[in-house]
């Protein structure tokens, strides 16, 4: 964001608007596989698009309704920032920004679904359309997002994301990333974010780490199983290899502790 001020504050107010991910960050939204070296320019004055010296000029101007003020400087909306990134990028980038913006309700699920017909004759909007169907706004980072499209991409049963353990008197156990009911299992991203977040006054990461087995261990103890995955292993490069292990886990999970649960749908 230092580089996007640096490089739009260089120009005449008015005559260009941050676009694409350069947008979506000024959102506060989140964002995956793009070069952050380069700035994403919309032209307002009616210059061509070109790129140079890390900056990208797009010529596509956007109706005027799409364009927002922050901190001063022009930026295209919300929608319309999703947008260019889900259709300039690949699928995990376009389903990461689309589960950001929902998780900070910048958009609906409708928004995503394109009712306007706004998006329609953009590349790649079809694979846009796809991913904001599989979009869900629990997802509370990028992992967790990257987690669950790794079960979509490799046949997994869709889990269900921020759900609540509870024990049969109804007291509180835990919220997990993900959850798969049917299969009594449930998932977690594990970031180093998390054992950083998490420090309490006077404590070290350790700290956290024993707090977060003593969790897992109230879990299992309620007959139910628990896969995690870190950064590294929902890449593209190691995700098929977590897939066979979540898979692999459930099955476990439903052979162990489901025989004995009755589910009223």
């Keep these: 964001m230092v580089l996007a001020r640096s490089v ?15 947008a979506a960050l000024a959102h506060g939204l989140d964002v995956y596989g793009v070069d952050l070296g380069v700035v994403h320019l919309v032209r307002l004055d009616g210059g061509c698009g070109r790129g140079e010296s890390g900056v990208i000029h ?44 929902l998780h900070h309700r910048l958009l609906t699920k409708h928004d995503l679904s394109d009712p306007d017909q706004r998006f329609q004759r953009w590349p790649r909007s079809r694979v846009a359309r796809l991913m904001g169907c599989l979009a869900d706004g629990g997802a509370e980072n990028p992992g967790e997002t ?15 994301t921020q759900v609540v353990v509870v024990r049969p008197d109804g007291s509180f156990v835990a919220r997990t ?22 420090l309490r006054r006077g404590e070290d990461a350790s700290d956290v780490v024993v707090r977060e087995k003593i969790r ?11 896969s995690r995955a870190t950064w590294v ?23 162990l502790y489901t025989h004995s649960r009755t589910y009223i749908a």
């Excluded at 739009?8 to 350069?22: N, W």
């Excluded at 990257?146 to 269900?160: K, S």
């Excluded at 897992?216 to 628990?226: P, Y």
Aim: charged share 30%; aromatic share 8%.
């Design 8 to 22: 739009i504050d260089k120009f005449e107010p008015g005559s260009v608007a941050l676009s694409h991910h350069s």
């Design 177 to 198: 990333d993900l959850g798969w009911e049917l299969y009594c299992h449930f998932g977690e991203f594990d970031g180093l974010r998390k054992y950083w977040r998490d």
């Design 58 to 101: 797009h010529d596509a101007r956007p109706d005027d309704d799409q364009l927002v003020q922050l901190d001063g400087r022009v930026v295209v909306d919300p929608e319309r920032a999703v947008w260019e990134v889900a259709c300039s990028g690949t699928r995990r980038g376009a389903l990461v920004v689309m589960d950001s913006a």
């Design 146 to 160: 990257l987690m669950r499209y790794l079960c979509w991409e490799n046949g997994l049963p869709a889990p269900d």
């Design 216 to 226: 897992e261990d109230a879990i299992r103890d309620l007959g139910n199983g628990l």
């Design 233 to 255: 292993e929902v890449q593209p490069e190691g995700s098929a290899a977590t897939a066979t292990r979540i898979r692999r886990d459930l099955e476990r999970s439903r052979r």
